[in-house]
Nanobody, 120 residues
Framework: QVQLVESGGGLVQPGGSLRLSCAASGSILRVNVMGWYRQAPGKERELVASITGGGSRNYVDSVKGRFIISRTYPRNTIYLEMNSLKAEDTAVYYC??????????????WGQGTQVTVSS
């Protein structure tokens, strides 16, 4: 069974930084894309950043220049470096991946979510 495990969330003051991590494990044959979504109270879940196997990165406009997504292939782990955090970044952040495993065709997986709170 493929699992995504997230960590790194917490409470940070405006202007501060956090680094989120997401490790994919299981009978993984290929990871096509991994990314981070977030959902704030009363708002729809949105894609924050993604990275493909070829290294192409995409960011929502509101985080461009502040967040960086990266991936380490040996451990199928992605990171989200979050800098210059703002109150509007407060949300539950979810890791997401499209993965081909030994028992399934390409399947979408989600992490459990990690809370990021930006407040003074």
């Amino acid at each position: 069974q493929v699992q995504l495990v997230e960590s790194g969330g917490g409470l940070v003051q405006p202007g501060g930084s956090l680094r989120l991590s997401c490790a994919a494990s299981g009978s993984i044959l290929r990871v096509n894309v991994m990314g981070w979504y977030r959902q704030a109270p009363g708002k729809e879940r949105e894609l924050v950043a993604s990275i493909t196997g070829g290294g192409s990165r995409n960011y929502v406009d509101s985080v461009k220049g502040r967040f960086i997504i990266s991936r380490t292939y040996p451990r199928n782990t992605i990171y989200l470096e979050m800098n210059s955090l703002k109150a509007e970044d407060t949300a539950v952040y979810y890791c997401n991946a499209m993965i081909v495993s030994s028992g399934r065709y390409e399947t979408e997986y989600w992490g459990q979510g990690t809370q990021v709170t930006v407040s003074s």
